[in-house]
C-alpha cells in the first residue's frame, strides 16, 4: 500500500464500507491509511551507589525490567504500557486502528512509574500472576510514584528514540536531541515535588530486584516467590521494617498477599553531605535488600520464625530474644552480603566519615592489633564485633549471617578463633588457620534447608521438636562426611556449639622418623582422631629451626593429612625438611577445629632405626614409571592394561600407555614403589606389600586363575614388616625388618634363590643368608647385601653377573641359592639389569662386574665374572643399572652415567655422534646446563628417571609406551619434566609439571 492513497477492493466494496460506518452513527470515520509510530529507546536513573575511575559516586545507570507508561495526546488511540528489559530498553508501538484512531501525528511523553515486574506467569493453567514491586507515597495512593518527560511531535510512520534521564533534585541532566533522537529528563512530577521520591523509590525497586534475580538465578524456583511487594514511605515508623501480614490492614483494595515495606526516608540528595563515595545510598540499598530478603523467607513460610509470646522481639547486632529471631533476622543478615558479594552484616560498607565499621562475616579472628581492628583495610569491617555478643552465639543475627556466609563463599582457608590461636605451641611462626571446605554459590543447599522451614540455627536443647538449620542440615547430608565435616567446623569456628557431632581433637600418638637423608626427610605419624567425620580432613605442618634460630615454617599452607586407618588410628607419611637443617623441629596437627603437636626430644619422638621402611619415592622399570608424592600417594605412567584407551586433551586415543603421570587408585600411605616389566610393587608404612599389574608367571602373587591385569594395588598376602622392596622382570623381593629375604614370581633361572626353578605365588623366605640390609631384583638373577658388606648373588650366570669369579664358558649358567660374590666387601648398595650387576662400597666407590655393556655373547672380551672399579666415580650415594648402560650419583647432586649404548638417550647427556661408544667414558646427565640439585635416580631398559631438590621428576632416554611422562611421543636425550593433567574445572584439563612436593 502506498502511503496517503485510497485503497479498496472495488467500487461496490467501497460503498458496502460507508454504508457500514454509516450503521454506526458516524461512530467510525475513514481516513486514508496511515502508518504506525514506534517509540523506543533506553531509561536511565541516577544511583548513588556508584563509584567512579575519579574516586567520585553517583552516575545514570540503566533501569531494568521497569514500568514506562507511553502516553499520546489522543484520547482514541490510548497509551501503552510497557517494561524495560534486563538492559534499560522498552519499545512501544502505536498503531492505527480499522475504524477511527488514525492519526497523521502523535504527541508523545514518556512517564517513567517506580515500579518493577520482576516476573509474569501463569499458574494451575489458569491463574496470571504479575509479580511486582512498586513505592508509593502511602497506601492510599492509586499509583506508584512518577514523572515525565515533555511531549515530542511524531509523525506517522516515523520512529522515535526517547532516552530517558530520571534526575535527582542535585543531579539534573540537561535535554539533548539530533533528528529523531531525543535525550530527555523528567519534566514534571507526581506525588513529588523535585522527584527526590521518585528516584528514590525506583532506586529501592531495582535493589529488590537485584536479590529476586540473584535468587531465582540460582535456587529458587519463581513461583516460590510470587507474592508482590509494596514499598512505602511512612511517617508512622522510625525505622525500615517488613510487615509480616498477608496486607496491610485496613487497605482491602490491595491484592491478598501482598507484602509491605516501610522505607524510612534517608537524605540522598543533600548538597552538604560528606564526602562518603555514595554512603547513604549503598546504606539504603543494604537496608531496603535486607528487608526484602524477609519478604522472600516469609514467600517460603506458612508463617514466618515467631518468638513465643512472653519473649521479645527486639533484636540487634549484638543480642536477639531467641533463636527464631536470630535466624529470620540473621538470614536477611546475609543475602545482601552474598548478592552484593561484600562479607559485611547486609552488604554494609566502610565508612569513616560517618564512623560506619560494619561487621565482617568472614572472620571470627583476625591478626591485627586491637586498637587497629576497627577499620582494617584488608577485610571489609571489623571483627571486634563479636566480643560485644549477649547471650547466645547461636541466636545472634550476625554470626547467623556468618555461618550462611561460610557456606556460600567459595572454600578456602581462614583464621581459626582466638581460643586456637592462645593454644598453640610457643615460637610457632604464624597464625593457625583452618580450612571452610563448603561452597554453595548456587545456594542449592542453604534454600533447600530453608524451605524446609527451619525455626533457628540450632535447637538441639529443645526435646520434641529438631526443626533447625542445623538438625535440618543433618538429615539431608548426613552420610556425606565432607557436608557434615564443613558444616561442624564452621559452627565450632564461631564458638557455637553443638552436641549431635561433638568435636574431639586430634591427638598425636607418636612420631617415628624414617628417613634422614637427602633434602627431604620422612617420618610416620600416628594419630588418633575419634570423630569419623573429620578424620579425611586432618592437615598438618612443621616449623623447624637450628639452635636458637626462629621457627619458619616447612610448607606455606597446611598439607593434608593421608593414611592408613586402622579404627580411629590413622599412620601417615609426612615431610620434613633435611636433617642438615634444623636441630628442633614442630609437627602440627589439626581437624579444621582444634590442634595437637609434637616436639622433637618429647617422649613420643622415634629417630630413624633399622627397623624404619626405606623410602624409594621414584622408579622406573621396562616401560614404565612411578613415583610417590610427600602425601604417601602413587602416581604411575607407561605401559597400562592391554584393554586400557587413554583419552587425551584433544580426544586423540592411546592404547596400552598413559602419557602424562596419574594418581593409581586407592593408594595411600606408601613410601617407596619399584616398577618391573609390567608389574609394580609398593610398601606402605604399616610393612605391607602392595602390587598391581600383571600377574605373569605370579608376579603378584596370585593365582594364575585370576585375571592377568589388575588395575588396583592388592595386598601381597603372608608378608608383614617389610622395610624395603624391589621389582624384577617378572618377580619381586621384600625385605623384612629381621633381614630376612622373601621373593616371588617367575623362577625361571632360579632368581627367587629358593632352590628350584618353580613359579610361585606366593612368597618364599630365601634361605641361607645372613641379615640384609638391601637388595635388588633383576630380569633373571638377584644381589643381596649382608650387614657385614658382603654381597650375595644367585641366579642366571651366562655372562658371569654372578661374580663368582669362575669361567662362565666351564660352569653352569644359573645358581639356585644364594651364593657370596668375590672380590668384594663393605658394600652398602646394589643394582643389577640383564647380565650386569653393580655395587656401592660405603667409600662411595663404585663396583661391576658381568657382561660389558652391549656385549652380544658371553665369549666377547667384555665379560668379567669378577668386580672392578668404575674409574672415575668417587663420593657416590646412589646407583642404578639399565639396559646397557648404568647411572651413579654423587653427593653433590651430579648424575652421571656410561655404558656403550646410548641410541635413545639412553646416557642423557645428548647425542654422542656414531656408535661404537666408549663405554668406559663418563658422561654427565645433563638438560643444557649441569644439574646439580639431583637428590634420587632410578633407571629402566631405556630410560631414567631423576627426582630434583625442588620435588619436580625429570625423565630421558626411550620413550617406548610414553614411560617417559612428558605428555608426548619420542625419545629424549637430555632429561624433560615429567607432566600431569589437572583438572581445571568441569571437564577441562591443564598440562602442569609433576612435582612430587609441591601439589
Known sequence: MVRGEWHVASEGGMWRLLLFAMALGGAAVLNPARADITVEGTVYYW????????????????????????????????????????????????KRKKLGGDFASLKINVEIRAAVL??????????????????????????????????????????????????????????????????????????????????????????????????????????????????????????????????????PRLSQGTAWIDVTYRKLFDSD???????????????????????????????????????????????????????????????????LNIPTMAGQPVCQAKQQTAHNLEYSWYPAPAAARSNIDAVPGEVTWRDSINGRRDWNEVEVAAVLWDIYDPPGWEYMPQAQQDAKPAGWPADLKWHDRLSDPRLERIWKILKKQPEALNDEEESVYHDSFWTFWLDAYGSDPELVHGMKSILHNRDIRHTLRPENKPVIEGLRVISESGPAGFAELRVTEADAEDRPFLSYNVAYARENEPLTLLFATDRPLAGIWNDNQLRALIRLPAQSDWTRLIVLVHDDMEIDSIASGSPNWESAGGSAPRVRLIAAGEDRSAAIRDDGTVWTWGTGPPSYRYVGLRGEQKDFAV?????????????????????TVALRLDGTVWNWGDNHRGSLALDRKTPSWQETPLQVAGLSDVVAISAGQDYSLALKANGELWAWGGNTHGQLGDGT????????????????????????????????????????????????????????????????????????????????????????????????????????????????????????TAIGAGGGFQVALRHDGALWSWGEVNWCGQLGCGPLGEPPIDWRSLHQVKDGSNFNDVVAVSVGARHGILLRRDGSVWAWGGNGFDCLGHGSTGHRFTPVPVQEYRPTGGSGYAVLEFNLYNH
Open 47 to 94: 544511583s548513588g551507589d556508584v563509584q567512579n575511575a575519579d574516586g567520585t559516586a553517583g552516575d545514570f545507570v540503566p533501569a531494568r525490567s521497569l514500568w514506562v507508561h507511553v502516553e499520546c495526546d489522543r484520547i482514541d488511540v490510548g497509551d501503552i504500557d510497557t517494561w524495560t528489559d534486563s538492559s534499560g530498553k522498552y519499545k512501544a508501538v502505536f
Open 118 to 251: 520482576l516476573d509474569a506467569f501463569q499458574r494451575d493453567r489458569a491463574v496470571d500472576v504479575k509479580n511486582m514491586v512498586s513505592a508509593y507515597k502511602s497506601s492510599f495512593r492509586a499509583f506508584p510514584y512518577n514523572g515525565q518527560t515533555r511531549a515530542v511531535e511524531v509523525q506517522d510512520g516515523n520512529g522515535v528514540l526517547i532516552n530517558v534521564y530520571v534526575q535527582g533534585p542535585d543531579s539534573p541532566y540537561t535535554e539533548s536531541s539530533m533528528g529523531g533522537r531525543f535525550n530527555l529528563p523528567i519534566a514534571s512530577w507526581d506525588y513529588d515535588d523535585d522527584g527526590r521520591h521518585t528516584l528514590a523509590g525506583i532506586f529501592v525497586c531495582q535493589t529488590c530486584e537485584e536479590v529476586y534475580r540473584f535468587l531465582c538465578d540460582r535456587a529458587a524456583d519463581k513461583k516460590e516467590l510470587a507474592r508482590s511487594t509494596m514499598l512505602f514511605y511512612s511517617s508512622d515508623f522510625s525505622k525500615t521494617a517488613y510487615r509480616d501480614a498477608q496486607s496491610p490492614v485496613g487497605l
Open 757 to 876: 626353578t618353580t613359579d610361585r605365588t606366593a612368597p618364599v623366605k630365601i634361605d641361607g643368608l645372613p641379615a640384609v640390609v638391601d637388595m635388588a631384583a633383576g630380569v633373571t638373577h638377584s644381589l643381596a647385601v649382608d650387614v657385614d658388606g658382603n654381597v650375595w648373588a644367585w641366579g642366571h650366570n651366562g655372562a658371569g653377573q654372578l661374580g663368582d669369579g669362575e669361567d662362565v664358558r666351564v660352569h653352569a649358567p644359573c645358581r639356585l641359592v644364594p651364593a657370596k660374590v668375590v672380590g668384594i666387601d663393605k658394600a652398602a648398595a646394589v643394582a643389577v639389569h640383564v647380565d650386569r650387576s653393580v655395587a656401592l662400597k660405603r667409600d662411595g666407590t663404585v663396583w661391576e662386574w658381568g657382561a660389558r655393556n652391549g656385549s652380544p655373547a658371553p665369549m666377547v672380551p667384555g665379560i668379567t665374572s669378577t668386580p672392578s672399579r668404575v674409574a672415575g666415580l668417587a663420593n657416590i
Open 273 to 339: 553531605r560528606p564526602s562518603d563515595k555514595g554512603w547513604n545510598w549503598r546504606m539504603l540499598r543494604c537496608t531496603v535488600m535486607h528487608e526484602f530478603s524477609h519478604k522472600l523467607m516469609h514467600d517460603v513460610y506458612w508463617t514466618m520464625p515467631k518468638t513465643h509470646p512472653w519473649m521479645s522481639s527486639a533484636h540487634d547486632a549484638t543480642s536477639c530474644s531467641s533463636g527464631e529471631m536470630g535466624w529470620r533476622e540473621g538470614w536477611a543478615e546475609f543475602l545482601p552480603a552474598a548478592v
Open 659 to 679: 602419557r602424562c603421570a596419574g594418581p593409581v587408585r586407592d593408594t595411600a600411605g606408601f613410601v617407596a614403589v619399584s616398577c618391573g616389566y609390567r608389574h
